[in-house]
């Protein structure tokens, strides 16, 4: 079966380049593990997967189009990584899932579509990690792993002390002791700055041989 090149082709490839473009740019700007390349192909991949299953399909031009969002995943799943007690990548492999369905909304003749869901994304990635940034700011999360340097139940009791005397919210997840020290792991929430100082004190302390973040 021979596939006739037509216009629509090209400009279906294009517009696809151009928008995978625009949001790599911003994600390379970002210095993110996908980034301008990265996210043109990921564009590209899906607008070509979805022509040659309109060609070669005469009664479902779906089959090929569907199974993109499982290979995306792939992908996507390449991107999260743990880093000590949190989980990082997990907008970045959202960004792959939404360019991979934009380069199928375009490969489907939704140029308009294509565009302002572009924008979109734009909007979501720049304006909203500033309102982001400002929740992060007023009220923050962080996970700690801290290692005793002996068994003494009492430093526990003077943790929690020193967390709420700074204003956190201190909630116990896990605690174990092995080579007759406490491990504790525990979450602390509130505003960032005093959760930057209350992280100072944890490494400072001398009851404390070991901090993980």
Do not use: P
């Not at 959760?195 to 973040?213: C, G, P, R, W």
Request: charged share 20%.
């Amino acid at each position: 079966m021979e596939f006739q090149f037509e216009y629509h082709d090209l400009l279906r490839i294009l517009i696809s380049i151009a928008c995978g473009s625009i949001i790599g740019f911003e994600r390379e700007y970002k210095n993110k593990n996908a980034g301008f390349r990265t996210l043109i192909l990921i564009c590209l991949g899906s607008t070509i997967f979805t022509i040659v299953s309109q060609r070669i399909s005469n009664s479902s031009d779906d089959r090929i189009a569907a199974n993109i969002i499982t290979g995306i995943g792939f992908i996507g799943a390449g991107v999260i990584f743990k880093d000590g007690l949190s989980v990082k990548g997990l907008t970045t492999a959202a960004v792959i899932w939404v360019v991979a369905a934009l380069g199928m909304v375009i490969g489907t003749f939704h140029y308009s579509l294509s565009i302002i869901l572009t924008l979109i994304v734009l909007v979501i990635l720049s304006l909203f990690n500033k309102i982001e940034m400002l929740i992060d700011f007023l009220h923050h999360q962080r996970k700690f792993k801290v290692i005793f340097i002996d068994e003494d139940m009492s430093h526990l009791n003077a943790l929690d002390k020193e967390a709420l005397n700074r204003g956190l919210q201190i909630k116990q997840i896990q605690l174990t002791k092995c080579n007759n020290k406490i491990h504790l792991v525990f979450e602390v929430s509130g505003r960032k700055k005093l959760l930057t100082d209350f992280n100072k004190y944890l490494i400072e302390s001398h009851h404390i041989a070991d901090v993980m973040i």
